[in-house]
């Protein structure tokens, strides 16, 4: 289902703290889904959550991976927040066996501690089973002023694309475009019913993996209806 078969759903997040803007009373969840559609930001299928990070509140678009999400559900898999866990798995392939004793005594260690369904055991072989469970294709903050909305999107520059919604004209709009623009954050105003792209955002590369990237998807997983 698209973005805008979850509004309703949605809304139950925004009487959550934080939304103390103008955007609040205009329903954030509904201005950012109004702006997603028209303006191409995201991919139809992604679905929208208020979620917490670093500190900061922002709506997020994301596209479960359904295969993992079912297996999760089928083994009982809790998230998997634990950096040292999150390590080991990285240093496993996926799904191809891997001697036990190959593992330095560290990583041994932390396979005994493994969370339920993360990789299966037997026979002398460890052999992992858990992939990133979402993938984040905006971050969306709001905020009092662009300044600080930016300085909040600024968190979220190694795991995703982010975006500012500001509600009402923008003061010093020269400044906010030019800092929107070298930092590739999108600026998105809202007046009235009309949502403006002032800057689009810039495209996320993910330059490498890493187990900060890996914990990030788990913690907004967690969050997520």
């Not at 299928?45 to 596209?63: D, H, M, N, T």
């Not at 809790?78 to 001697?99: F, K, S």
């Not at 709009?173 to 954050?185: E, L, N, Q, T, W």
Request: net charge positive; hydrophobic share 45%.
């Amino acid at each position: 289902m698209g973005v805008q078969a979850h509004r309703q759903r949605e809304r139950q997040f925004e009487s959550r703290a934080g939304w103390s803007m103008a955007v609040v009373a205009r329903e954030p969840m509904d201005v950012v889904a109004g702006a997603v559609a028209p303006c191409d930001l995201v991919p139809r299928e992604a679905k929208l959550a208020l979620i917490e990070a670093f500190g900061a509140e922002a709506v997020v678009a994301y596209r479960y991976d359904v295969r993992e999400r079912e297996r999760r559900a089928v083994d009982g898999t809790p998230p998997l927040t634990r950096p040292d866990v999150l390590n080991l798995l990285m240093a496993l392939p996926l799904d191809e066996p891997v001697p036990a004793s190959s593992l330095s005594e560290r990583e041994r260690r932390v396979l005994r501690a493994l969370p339920k369904g993360a990789a299966v055991r037997g026979n002398g072989v460890v052999t992992r089973r858990a992939v990133q469970p979402v993938h984040i294709d905006m971050a969306f903050v709001p905020g009092r002023s662009w300044e600080s909305a930016m300085e909040k999107a600024e968190r979220f520059t190694p795991f995703c694309s982010r975006t500012v919604v500001v509600d009402g004209v923008l003061r010093r709009k020269d400044d906010a475009v030019m800092r929107a623009d070298f930092y590739g954050i999108g600026l998105l105003t809202v007046q009235g019913e009309t949502v403006e792209v002032v800057v689009p955002p810039r495209p996320f590369v993910r330059r490498r993996h890493t187990v900060s990237g890996w914990k990030f998807l788990e913690d907004v997983h967690r969050q997520l209806p």
